[in-house]
T-cell receptor
Framework: EDQVTQSPEALRLQEGESSSLNCSYT??????LFWYRQDPGKGPEFLFT???AGEEKEKERLKATLTKKESFLHITAPKPEDSATYLC?????????????FGKGTMLLVSP | NAGVTQTPKFQVLKTGQSMTLQCAQD?????MYWYRQDPGMGLRLIYY???????DKGEVPNGYNVSRLNKREFSLRLESAAPSQTSVYFC?????????FGPGTRLTVL
């Protein structure tokens, strides 16, 4: 069974205070790891897909990295508008159709 | 492009009532999904449709039925609503792996 564990559950930062969110996963062969951002009362918004260990992707103040066991979402000099819940999901490589398994998310609050 | 749209945005039902949640996408995606999101539980897959004409159960299908009406539309039906089905429901679509989500329907069952 595929499993995704995100930590911490919640994180409070001051504006400009860089930090990282963790996504640990167990999957029988990784096809892809996905990061989403979710604002209160809205649907998840796609951020990144990572496919293999060592891969990195960046978007503004966010950088996602991937190892064989976990992914990190690094937030550099965050701003209040980065406040949201960040979701991680994995897709397994298997015969037939493969769906996403989501973690429970990390709620990030950035204070001015 | 509107992306993924869902109706209604909010709904209150009484126990035993039925209703259908509607989802449509204008991105020509093959696959569509229904999730529910509950506090502390994360997103859980209810049903999915890998392609037009096919549907399959996800992690939590009990109490729900789905219809892939055509390539654009995927509906979720609650035949006899229960309080345990109080949740926020999200529809998503994907061309291959990456899923794109709708804005959600907040459902309360009294």
């Amino acid at each position: 069974e595929d499993q995704v564990t995100q930590s911490p559950e919640a994180l409070r930062l001051q504006e400009g205070e860089s930090s990282s969110l963790n996504c640990s996963y167990t999957v029988s062969g990784l096809r892809g790891l996905f990061w989403y951002r979710q604002d209160p009362g809205k649907g998840p918004e796609f951020l990144f897909t990572l496919y293999s260990a060592g891969e990195e992707k960046e978007k503004e103040r966010l950088k996602a990295t991937l190892t064989k066991k976990e992914s990190f979402l690094h937030i550099t000099a965050p701003k209040p508008e980065d406040s949201a819940t960040y979701l991680c999901a994995v897709q397994a490589r298997r015969s037939g159709y493969s769906t996403l398994t989501f973690g429970k998310g990390t709620m990030l609050l950035v204070s001015p | 492009n509107a992306g993924v749209t869902q109706t209604p945005k909010f709904q209150v039902l009484k126990t035993g009532q039925s209703m259908t949640l509607q989802c449509a996408q204008d991105m020509n995606h093959n696959s569509m999904y229904w999730y529910r999101q509950d506090p502390g539980m994360g997103l859980r897959l209810i049903y999915y449709s890998a392609s037009e004409g096919t549907t399959d159960k996800g992690e939590v299908p009990n109490g729900y039925n789905v219809s892939r009406l055509n390539k654009r539309e995927f509906s979720l039906r609650l035949e006899s609503a229960a309080p345990s089905q109080t949740s926020v429901y999200f529809c998503a679509s994907s061309p291959q792996s990456t899923q794109y989500f709708g804005p959600g329907t907040r459902l309360t069952v009294l």
